[in-house]
């Protein structure tokens, strides 16, 4: 079993920045592929951006694309999401998710997803 915290999300204006950590218990989280997933109020839950086992490949969502950076340390059990020129769009609770079954990044989706953090708000005023 796998817990998962989010933390890092807050209220900031329109073209600012925030990272946004996960930290993760258990000794096999580097052989999981991680993902951060978000969902606006009255929305469904939408895909972010993926990061593999190793760090080297990722994956992300078109609305993202440019301006959010994903990364991890497995040595730390953390992975990070950089959001970067964000806009009041980008308003959501985050969430960090576990795939244990290998999956390519380019299949990561929400119902293939084994572990959920609870989430954390980001606020993103105009």
């Known amino acids: 079993q796998v817990q998962l915290v989010e933390s890092g999300g807050g209220l900031v204006q329109a073209g600012g920045s925030l990272r946004l950590s996960c930290a993760a218990s258990g000794r096999t989280f580097p052989s999981y592929a991680m993902a951060w997933f978000r969902q606006a109020p009255e929305k469904e839950r939408e895909f972010v951006a993926a990061?593999?086992?190793?760090?080297?490949?990722?994956r992300y969502g078109d609305s993202v694309r440019g301006r959010f950076t994903i990364s991890r340390d497995n040595a730390k059990n953390t992975v990070y999401l950089q959001m970067n020129s964000l806009k009041p769009e980008d308003t959501a609770v985050y969430y960090c998710a576990a795939d244990r079954d290998f999956r390519p990044l380019h299949t990561i989706m929400v119902k293939f997803m084994d572990y959920w953090g609870k989430g954390t708000l980001v606020t993103v005023s105009s």
């Open positions: 990061i593999s086992s190793s760090g080297a490949s990722t």
